[in-house]
């Protein structure tokens, strides 16, 4: 028997196992190279820490600077923005521990620095994450724009030395957060990108990479369901998947579905639960962008008809019911004719009534 490849669980740190988001790399590294600092936004689950490890993997190549020098934090770690830009002055050589400290720190070394901050909405939370990611993102911007043309006064004794050129870039800046990036108040012109569900390109492509060795294949009607089951959400895809692999991995008995759903029924992901439509089989029309937006981490609304809407159809339904009746047990298709029209007349009488209370 072949092990189960469908385990990831997390962020996906293996750059070989990272499959798809082609055109969201495309804009933040689009972005980046302008200078401009980037906020990845999303549901739980939905990738967005793997998205953020893979650009600081490969953001050397895709940017052309192979002196690139990358920072990974997680600031669900940190408990200040003081142990953040000293965490930052060890990474760049420094002893520094404010933001102007560590301009020149930056100014100071040969390379740029590539800052991916995952997690921020916990700093957030605790009241200091806004006002760091502002000073970061406007820290960014300015290294892109033209240097002073006279030094800069040394600040906590660290000595100013010579900017770089103006198409030097210093400081690369990439954020995450879970949920809304509109519902955080940021005031820096942070270029926002939210995630969403997986293209179903995408879904065959993944299944493919991590079925490559193992022999076994999934057909074109199990990636529709596993689209169906999972939302294209890569969280419950790699769960779904797990389950169909041990069917198809010569257990043909395995029920891969119903374990799959008591399994995210029983352990859904927090912040991030299926809505219910999926356990019934009539998954809705769902965006995991909207959901992190709109329901931030509630279980989703789903929509039922109004009484205004109930309204509506007794209104057609009564004289069509009423002038067929007439119809059938008069016999006259002109006595069915008038049942109606006198229903008609009624129903809009009552309805006139009604809406002048």
Known sequence: MNSNPFTERGRIITTERFIGRWRELSVVFDRLDQGRPVLISGAAGIGKSSLLTHIAQSAAVNLERPDLYTCYLDLAVLESAE???ETLARAVGSRAHTIGALEIALLQN??????????CEVAVAAGWGAAVLD???RLSLRSAAQPPASPIPSIDGVPFVPALPADELMLLLVGVLAGSAAATPLNAPFARISLGGFASTEVRLLTEAYLDASGVRFSADDLRELSNLSLNHPA????AAYHLFIARNGNPAYDWRAAYLAEAAERPIVGAPLPPGVFVGE???????SFAGEYSGQRPHIEVPQLGDLADLGRLLVPTIGGLLAWQVGGHLWLGGLVAGLLVLGVWLFSRAAASR
């Open 283 to 289: 998954p809705p029309v769902f965006s995991w962008s």
């Open 110 to 119: 040969d390379a740029p620095l590539l800052l991916c901050l995952d997690r």
């Open 83 to 85: 142990e953040l830009y």
């Open 236 to 239: 419950y895809l790699q769960r």
């Open 135 to 137: 000073e970061l993102a």
